[in-house]
């Protein structure tokens, strides 16, 4: 079945350094791959999404890129910000929208925390 | 996008009583999805709520320990049934619109 490994956390940066977040996945065909993130007190909500390979998503000055070559859609932001601090979770959908009949499937998320 | 709320936000029940979750949604929304997330765990997806029809469960879940109800494109809600503690987690609902997930904020389930 499909599944989602990423890397664990805490991951602990300071302010204005540079984040990856690596994310590799398995799965049958062509998923939709996302990133979720859940700040402190508040419920899932999109970051960024790419549905096919070499697609970028890019939000907030965050950026993945689909790799279908290394099964890869690793999460980066050249400088991040306290306010980043929040969990950050990698997913994937068998829908080609990501948004149609399939649940999704999700890593076990990387509690990113930003020091001023 | 669709706001998605859920009551209760928490609560604590005693082992072999159960508790059902409600899940309203803003607008009209194509499929709803019911998740847990464990203790220090992934989200795991529980079972698509089908409007009108039986709802479809993942491989591990089961109807008679996760009843679900689906009566109208807005609305489904969750029972827990004869809850142990291992059932204590967070059940997530979402919708899914065009083209995302919209997820609501979670009711917190802790079984003594």
């Known amino acids: 079945g499909d599944s989602v490994t990423q890397m664990e956390g805490p991951v602990t940066l300071s302010e204005e350094a540079f984040l990856t977040i690596n994310c590799t996945y398995t799965?049958?065909?062509?998923?939709?791959l996302f990133w979720y993130v859940q700040y402190p007190g508040e419920g899932l909500q999109l970051l960024l999404k790419a549905t096919k390979a070499d697609d970028k998503g890019s939000n907030k000055g965050f950026e993945a890129t689909y790799r279908k070559e290394t099964t890869s859609f690793h999460l980066e932001k050249g400088s991040v910000q306290v306010s980043d601090s929040a969990v950050y979770f990698c997913a994937l959908s068998d829908s080609v929208a990501g948004g149609g009949a399939d649940g999704l499937t999700f890593g076990k998320g990387t509690h990113l925390i930003i020091q001023p | 996008s669709a706001v998605i709320s859920q009551k209760p936000s928490r609560d604590i029940c005693q082992r072999g009583t159960s508790l059902t979750i409600q899940c309203q949604v803003d607008?009209?929304?194509?499929?709803m999805f019911w998740y847990r997330q464990q203790p220090g765990q992934s989200l795991t997806l529980i079972a698509t709520a089908n409007q009108g029809s039986e709802a479809t469960y993942e491989s591990g879940f089961v109807i008679d320990k996760f009843p679900i109800s689906r009566p109208n494109l807005t609305f489904s809600t969750l029972t827990v049934s004869n809850m142990s503690p291992e059932d204590s987690s967070i059940y997530l609902c979402?919708?899914?619109?065009?083209?995302?997930?919209?997820f609501g904020p979670g009711t917190r389930l802790t079984v003594l």
């Open positions: 607008s009209q929304v194509t499929m």
């Open positions: 979402s919708g899914s619109g065009t083209n995302e997930q919209f």
């Open positions: 799965a049958t065909g062509y998923p939709s």
